[in-house]
């Protein structure tokens, strides 16, 4: 049985909702994560009535408990992992004046420590895996620019950065490649959010301001993360590619 094993995090809805199906489209079985039940089992419903293969599995990756007993049971009946998207990430307007110790950290516990969590948890099977791949989700902010009111988030998108580079180096002659997108602005629930982001009005006045003429979709990222996932990038490792739109090279 010569099946892939891919895991997303965060992909009941937006980026890894479609790096999820995407990854099917391309045969692996998707082991689908995420805090929301409802989605991540309409995610897996979707792939199978195409006649792909997934399932869900409840992980909140603050959880350090709860991420090593699905890892540990994912990894019991599959061995090997070939791909591993850590995609689940929370954006919030904090400014600095009224920030709260708690704000910070739920934040960073999110976006960064539980990137890390999940990559730890998977390792006995990327380790396993002949060749694996580990696609980490930054963004422009963080990578490339700051985001005012949003210092908890672009601190650990920037986290993110550095958390790619070395494990890059750390796994490179153990067969495992890590790498990182930085989206630009796409259309989610997250960037839809009028308090937390840009809202509708916001992401059609962002849209005016990128050079390729529209905010990003969820897809833009799903077909870079397979790439970089594939065997086609096979010479890829440490990088965090700006997948935007042009935004970053235009400013
Ligand atoms: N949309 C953008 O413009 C954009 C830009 C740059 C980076 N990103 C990053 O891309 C990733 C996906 O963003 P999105 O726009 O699809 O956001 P989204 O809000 O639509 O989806 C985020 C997903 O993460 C999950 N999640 C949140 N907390 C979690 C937890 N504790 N454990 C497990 N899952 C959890 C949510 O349930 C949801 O499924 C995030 O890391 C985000 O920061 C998004």
Redesign the pocket.
């Known amino acids: 049985m010569s099946q892939r094993t891919a895991i997303v ?8 909702r479609a790096t999820a199906l995407a990854l099917a489209e391309a045969n692996y079985h998707v082991i689908v ?4 039940d409802d ?1 991540g089992a309409q995610v897996v419903a979707e792939i199978q009535k195409c006649g792909l293969s997934a399932e869900f599995h409840h ?4 959880n350090t408990e709860a991420v090593n007993r699905v890892l540990t049971d994912v990894l019991d009946r599959f061995v090997t992992l070939e791909a591993l998207v850590l ?5 919030r307007t904090l400014p600095l004046s009224s920030l709260e110790d708690a704000d910070w950290d739920q934040t960073l516990d ?2 960064l420590k ?1 990137m890390m969590r999940v990559f730890r948890a998977s390792l006995p099977g990327l380790l396993e895996a002949d060749k694996s791949s580990v696609v980490c ?5 963080g990578a490339v620019l700051g985001w005012s009111e949003h210092i908890p ?1 672009v601190a650990s ?1 920037g986290g993110v950065m550095g958390l790619v580079r070395s494990a890059a180096l750390e796994f490179a002659s153990k067969g495992i490649r890590v790498n990182g997108i ?5 259309r ?4 839809l959010d009028p308090i937390n982001s840009l809202g509708e009005e916001g992401l059609a006045a962002f849209a005016q301001t990128v050079p390729l003429g529209r905010v ?1 979709n ?1 897809e833009d990222i799903a077909d870079v993360a397979v790439f970089l996932l594939s065997d086609k990038a096979r010479y890829l490792t440490g990088q965090v590619i700006a997948v935007d739109g042009g935004t970053t090279v235009s400013l």
């Not at 992980?59 to 603050?62: A, F, L, P």
């Not at 930085?182 to 796409?186: E, K, S």
């Open positions: 995090t965060g992909a009941g809805i937006g980026l890894g994560t995420d805090i929301l989605e992980v909140d990756v603050t995609n689940a990430g929370i954006a999110v976006n539980g989700i930054s963004s422009i902010v988030y998108k930085a989206p630009g602005v796409i989610s629930a997250q960037t990003g969820p």
